[in-house]
């Protein structure tokens, strides 16, 4: 089997999961999921701290084997298929994740269009035979979807992290991924990046309609108007998935969250608020 030409040989759904649960010595981190997402649509997924949400995103990144049920992304059965092959074709980006070589970045001050052409061979360390004009010009084009091309020269290592998150992005797209996952991109940062990374991952849907996403937040007011799905995990467990205007409702999040919360739809975004108590005069 090859996934040399980025879906050869796969079929069905980019992501497939049956009774998918995830067991670790004493603990259950997912239970029982079954969760599909068709080429084309962007998810979302909420959830409380601790629910399970990376660990479903490390699944269907091909990161980590279920324990038990069965689990297909880009139409490969995990267990079944080369995972660092697989991989090449899915786009994850975690604030977690380490990039580059920390040391050769403080050294050699890489720059942010640097750590973007590493995203073309997959590699913490520049490998400069492997790029040509052609990979230059995309990683040029890629910082400037993201409404960042003024960050070229800039060594990433002086980035901010509106920035970083911004180039993340940029270089998990250099490999052309088929589905791109992107693990709470808005943590920490201030309202005008988060809006700003708001609008390029719109963008990108309506550049890009053969992509994919996935997207991991805490935040409703994250949600990007270009979601078209949405998840709820709660203790391990999948309480609600499917289109977002049937998910994403009051009654689902007070159930995710556990507390009673007024969910509002204005001008494609939504925003959610505790219901407060009424105090007598
Ligand atoms: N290897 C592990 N061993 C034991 N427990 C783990 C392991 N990995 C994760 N967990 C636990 O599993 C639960 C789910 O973790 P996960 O990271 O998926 O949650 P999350 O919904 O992404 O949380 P957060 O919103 O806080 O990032 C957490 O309670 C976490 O502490």
């Given at each position: ?273 505790a219901a407060r108590r009424v105090t007598g005069v």
């Amino acid at each position: 089997m090859s996934l040399e030409n980025g879906l050869d040989g796969a079929t069905g759904a980019a992501v497939d999961m049956a009774g998918v649960s995830v067991r670790v010595v004493g603990r259950t981190l997912l239970a029982e999921v079954d969760w599909r997402v068709e080429f084309g649509e962007h998810w979302v997924i909420l959830g409380r701290n601790g629910a399970g949400k990376t660990t479903m995103l490390s699944v269907a990144a091909a990161v980590r084997h279920p324990s038990s049920g069965a689990a297909s992304v880009l139409g490969h059965r995990l267990g079944r298929v080369d995972l660092r092959e697989l991989r090449r074709h899915i786009g994850l980006v975690a604030a977690s994740q380490r990039l580059v070589d920390e040391a050769l970045m403080e050294e050699e001050g890489l720059t942010a269009h640097t750590v973007v052409l590493t995203g073309h061979t997959g590699s913490s360390a520049p490998l400069w035979d492997r790029y040509g004009p052609r990979e230059h010009e995309k990683a040029h084009a890629l910082l400037a979807d993201l409404g960042c091309k003024d960050l070229a020269d800039r060594p990433f290592a002086v980035c901010s992290q509106g920035e970083r998150g911004r180039v993340r992005i940029a270089r998990a797209l250099m490999a052309d991924p088929a589905i791109l996952m992107l693990d709470e991109p808005f943590a920490g940062l201030d309202l005008p990046a988060r809006e700003d990374l708001i609008t390029a991952i719109e963008d990108l849907a309506h550049g890009r309609p053969a992509l994919t996403t996935v997207l991991v937040t805490h935040h409703l007011e994250e949600v990007p108007s270009t979601t078209t799905h949405a998840l709820l995990v709660s203790d391990a467990r999948v309480l609600a998935a499917g289109p977002v205007h049937d998910v994403l409702t009051s009654e689902n999040l007070s159930r995710c969250f556990g507390r009673p919360l007024t969910l509002h739809h204005v001008d494609g975004r939504w925003y959610v608020r505790a219901a407060r108590r009424v105090t007598g005069v």
